[in-house]
């Protein structure tokens, strides 16, 4: 058996789908039944992935308090936690907080009202895909392959089969129950994006207004910060150059004796010239 056997279970595997006999003439055609799959007519049902991301401004004492509550009242809902983190205030940082989460279509209401009573909503985005094509395609896929799966099974149990038949049946019943649990996980994922709205809950501390005051200490601390950055530098410098200095040191000082050196040979030279014109 070759490949008209698999051919063959996947003819079979069409004819139990679409409810149509399986006669001589389609054992005959069975392997152009694998590129002439039925068209179903378009789903009525849409499924959108729809996602949100809300922006909560709270003031620094509330910070911590409005994010647990938000993470409490999740549990009370129809709500899912993906992931959440809460910072505390740095240096250069102000503290900030997030959630991420999805929650069912009916209880999105509940929980936007009940975040916006956390602090001032700066920000609302409204993100929605049409995920109705994979959603449909994937079924379609776990259809066929399901039926193919029980039709492989089923010639798997005949007694008038080969070594050679079972060998490839099986072989071809393994491929396909792991693209057929492939596509299942692909399905699980797809109802995770479409039943539930992804929501993104971030916490920032609004920076407050300064004063004269302030300024003028955040002045003095910044020539503080300025003043030691350059004398690191100065001091980084200073010592990159010292041994070049070493070197650079004594070879002016040999270069100067032997120009010394030098201008007195000449001047001794000139001396005895000079007398020995006037003779």
């Known amino acids: 058996m070759s490949r008209k056997f698999i051919f063959l279970a996947f003819a079979m595997a069409l004819a139990s789908a679409t409810g149509c006999s399986f006669s001589k003439t389609a054992r005959e055609t069975a392997p152009f039944a694998m590129a002439q799959l039925q068209e179903s007519p378009g789903p009525t049902q849409r499924y959108i992935a729809e996602r949100h991301k809300v922006e909560v401004i709270t003031s620094e004492s509330q910070l911590q308090k409005s994010w647990e509550s938000a993470v409490t009242f999740c549990g009370t809902i129809r709500c899912e936690i993906i992931s959440s983190n809460i910072t505390t205030r740095a240096a250069a940082s102000m503290p900030s907080g997030g959630i991420s989460l999805r929650v069912a279509p009916e209880d999105f209401t509940k929980l936007l009202a009940y975040v916006e009573k956390l602090g001032r909503v700066a920000q609302h985005t409204t993100e929605r895909e049409d995920k109705t094509t994979s959603v449909v395609d994937t079924e379609a896929k776990i259809k066929n392959l399901t039926t193919f799966r029980d039709n492989l099974r089923a010639m798997f149990a005949k007694p008038s089969s080969t070594v050679r038949d079972l060998v490839e049946v099986q072989k071809q019943l393994t491929d396909t129950q792991a693209e057929l649990d492939s596509e299942t996980a692909k399905r699980k994922i797809l109802a995770n994006e479409t039943e539930k709205i992804a929501v993104e809950i971030s916490f920032r501390v609004e920076s407050p207004s300064q004063n004269a005051m302030s300024q003028i200490w955040n002045a003095f601390k910044e020539s503080g910060s300025i003043l030691a950055d350059s004398t690191a530098a100065l001091i980084t410098t200073i010592v990159a150059v010292i041994p070049w200095l070493i070197l650079i040191v004594p070879a002016f000082w040999l270069l100067a004796r032997l120009w010394r050196k030098l201008k007195l040979r000449?001047?001794?030279?000139?001396?005895?010239?000079?007398?020995?014109?006037?003779?």
């Not at 000449?266 to 003779?279: E, G, I």
């Open 266 to 279: 000449r001047s001794r030279s000139v001396v005895p010239a000079v007398s020995q014109t006037n003779d």
